[in-house]
């Protein structure tokens, strides 16, 4: 019983940035983390990154590391990824999801970790 509302993706030059934000409602204070993933073409989604709703941990693929930051405001119910030195490679669909579990085994990093998603939001790095 979570919505999440995506937003922020177009199409950028590269080396450019983008911030994508995404929304969530609903038991919202039952949320753990929430994930960032994406998929390009030919290949399943990736996990990009994740941030803890209550410890504001973070979380990153080796790929995006030191490019991306994601954060959360608890106060908004709303996370962000912010894509700085964007690549033609980042070219894809960005997803984000929420995880509601509280206790057991977590893999933060896998698609199964995560209940709800949203409608995923386009990105776009021309070259």
């Known amino acids: 019983q979570v919505d999440l509302v995506e937003s922020g993706g177009g199409l950028v030059q590269a080396g450019g940035s983008l911030r994508l934000s995404c929304a969530a409602s609903?038991?919202?204070?039952?949320?753990?983390?929430m994930g960032w993933f994406r998929r390009t073409p030919g290949k399943e989604r990736e996990f990009v990154a994740a941030v803890t709703w209550s410890g504001d941990n973070t979380y990153y693929a080796d790929s995006v590391k030191g490019r991306f930051t994601a954060s959360r405001d608890s106060a908004k119910n709303t996370v962000y990824l912010q894509l700085n030195s964007l690549k033609p490679e980042d070219t894809a669909v960005y997803y984000c999801?929420?995880?509601?579990?509280?206790?057991?085994?977590?893999?933060?990093?896998?698609?199964?970790?995560?209940?709800?998603w949203g409608q995923g939001t386009q990105v776009t790095v021309s070259s």
């Open positions: 609903g038991r919202t204070v039952s949320i753990y983390a």
């Open positions: 999801a929420a995880d509601r579990t509280w206790s057991g085994s977590r893999v933060i990093t896998s698609r199964a970790q995560y209940q709800y």
